[in-house]
């Protein structure tokens, strides 16, 4: 989601905002721009599609030799992704970059159109620009931008130049801004890895605060007062930009999970370790999170309910924020995330800890807000993915989990194997992808398709939510996941003859139960494809993905890289832009 980068020393500012931006693309966006100054002279520059557009554009039409400036990165929110929707925006003596979304942007962009205000785009960004502007005109920089923040509703991080000031000007609410802190120049940035090549150092905003930042100075106000922050020094490595000889980040990534999942479990070989992943003394588990990291939280339901017999509900981190939370004195609320960053995720753990409820947050972005404001966390530790859809961090996010519920079952005295089996999965997954023509044939056959179905009962339902979520999200190949019992009670209907029905198994008990659906909507024309384990497979009629034999406790991370390899090379067939997605975002920073 939307990417801020500003800077203010003595390098040359469009390399350093360019860098950024580049570094910041991961996030997901439509359109980008600059604005760049000598303090006489502002130039924005701005235009739809990639940065390295944006970069073509800045090489023909830069004229200003620039000290300071700001830059974006914008995923459409208020207004289509046009150039005039780009940011930065300029009204006045302000111009600016936002993240988030000003809730009440059209009942003040009325005030101020009657007070002679002319807006040239449909943000809500351009709003915040007039309403500065307007209160520049009677207070000093900092009581006109307290004046600005009170007035707004919604989320926001800003970046600001004033005409006529040498200096930036920072501040937040809801999203993330980061004031990078450099030897004679400063940044400010939405994430670490916008500056990480320039500066380890930073400090975070809190709501309130204003940053303003000179070449040679820094300074931190709040209600107009000068305040003192503790600087911080991320171990971030940045984005490692290489694709390591692949076609695309999410195949390079989805290859990771062999190493990534080594690594992780290395970590709780040793016993010690072990019992920052015991839940057993909780009673009743929320898992709260959005997309993907929702659906890691069904495998997880599952699997704790089965094997530590917690009882475990999942909600969708915008539901669960605004719903009644009925929780007894032993809930645990788990927030599962990627980024660390997702806005409903964030809001649902600050409510959770309102309540004085316990929280624990599955994160890979060691430097998110998460990461910080959780009481307890996991560090899943994938390093940084590019790919908009995630990969490597689901699986991660999913073996957590599976071994939460190994070691709270154990304390329970629940589990008969050994923690060992854990050790098995990074040669089982790369089985698994070495089986890439088998992939390739079966995307082969259903890549022209409209649709397509993912049937399964229990834990092969929650591994249904994912794989179909992933095939749509990268092919645009339309999909559907449904319990494979439930499917005949309406949904049926839109099978149609050829549509690709794809039926995973994984559980002995659940079999026969499961092919049956699965031929029931091969009687109304459907084609099957049957994704299982080799001690199940007995279906040499069908076309299918063997996956080995394991433990109950781990088969899920076999099926998810076969499906997310599936997903993979339908979208290579359908020749979609499979890093990032249309419309999507890989940090959705607003509700
Ligand atoms: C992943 O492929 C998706 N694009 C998306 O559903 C994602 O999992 C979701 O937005 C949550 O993100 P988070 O893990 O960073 O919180």
């Known amino acids: ?47 739809v599609g990639r940065v390295s557009k944006l970069e073509e554009k800045i090489e023909k039409e830069k004229k200003v030799n620039s000290t300071f400036g700001i830059a974006h990165t914008r995923w459409a929110t208020n207004g289509e992704a046009n150039e005039k929707n780009a940011h930065p925006h300029k009204i006045g003596k302000v111009t600016l ?36 502007d307007k209160y520049l005109k009677e207070n000093d920089t900092l009581e006109a931008i307290d004046k600005m923040t009170k007035d707004l509703t919604g989320s ?23 004031i990078g802190v450099g030897e004679k120049e400063n940044f400010l940035a939405s994430d670490i890895t916008a500056i990480i090549s320039y500066t380890p150092k930073y400090v975070l905003l809190d709501v309130g605060e204003v940053a303003v930042l000179e070449d040679s100075s820094l300074k931190f106000y709040k209600e107009g007062k000068e305040i003192e922050k503790e600087i911080l020094v991320s171990d971030s490595k940045g984005v490692d930009h290489s694709k390591n000889g692949y076609d695309h980040y999410m195949l390079k990534e989805i290859m990771e999970e062999p190493v990534v999942i080594k690594r992780l479990i290395e970590r709780y070989n040793e016993e010690e370790n072990r019992k920052e992943l015991d839940l057993s003394e909780y009673k009743e588990i929320d898992i709260v999170a959005c997309g993907s990291a929702m659906y890691a939280g069904l495998v997880g339901q599952n699997l704790l309910e089965e094997f530590a017999e917690i009882k475990v509900n999942v909600y969708p981190a915008s539901e669960y924020r605004y719903k009644k939370k009925i929780y007894n004195t032993k809930t645990l609320v788990i927030l599962v995330s990627q980024s660390g960053e997702t806005a409903d995720t964030i809001a649902a753990m600050r409510e959770a800890q309102k309540l004085g409820i316990d929280t624990l947050g599955i994160v890979n972005n060691p430097d998110s807000t998460i990461a910080r404001e959780t009481s307890r966390k996991i560090l899943t530790n994938a390093g940084v993915e590019i790919a908009v859809a995630t990969t490597k961090a689901y699986i991660l996010q999913v073996c957590v989990l599976a071994m939460m519920a190994f070691v709270s079952g154990e304390k329970k005295g629940l589990v ?37 179905f993912f049937i399964g009962r229990g834990l092969d339902y929650a591994l249904c939510m994912e794989g179909s979520l992933k095939l749509k999200e990268v092919s645009y190949l339309h999909s559907e996941a449904y319990q494979a019992g439930e499917l005949k009670h309406g949904t049926i209907s839109l099978v149609e003859e050829g549509m690709p029905v794809l039926c995973i198994i994984t559980n002995k008990e659940l079999k026969d139960k499961s092919i ?27 076309e299918k993905i063997v996956v080995p034999e394991s433990s109950q406790y781990i088969v899920s991370m076999l099926i ?18 499979i890093d990032k997605p249309r419309n999507l975002a890989k940090s959705v920073t607003v509700e």
Request: hydrophobic share 35%; proline share 2%.
């Open 516 to 542: 049956s659906n699965l031929k029931e909507t091969e009687a109304r024309g459907a084609k099957g494809i049957v994704i299982t384990t080799k001690d199940l497979d007995d279906f040499d009629e069908y």
């Open 97 to 132: 970059v936002h993240n988030g979304i000003i809730e009440n942007a059209d009942l003040i962009k009325e005030k101020l159109i009657n007070e002679g205000y002319k807006f040239n785009s449909d943000t809500d960004s351009e709003v915040a620009a007039a309403l500065l």
């Open 416 to 452: 008969k194997e050994d923690f060992s089996i854990f050790s098995e999965l990074p040669k089982l997954i790369k089985e698994v992808q070495d089986r890439v023509e088998e992939y390739k044939k079966i995307a082969k056959d259903i890549y022209k398709k409209e649709s397509c």
């Open 560 to 577: 998810v890289p076969a499906l997310q390899l599936l997903s993979y090379y339908v979208a290579l067939n359908r020749g979609c832009d």
């Open 1 to 47: 989601m939307c990417g801020i980068i500003g800077y203010i020393g003595s390098r040359k500012t469009t390399e350093v905002l360019l860098k950024g931006l580049y570094a910041l693309e991961y996030r997901g966006y439509d359109s980008a721009g600059v604005a760049i100054t000598d303090n006489k002279d502002l130039e924005i520059i701005r235009s």
């Open 156 to 178: 926001f991080a800003f970046g600001i130049i004033i005409d006529g000031e040498n200096r930036l000007y920072a501040l937040r609410k809801d999203s993330p801004l980061l």
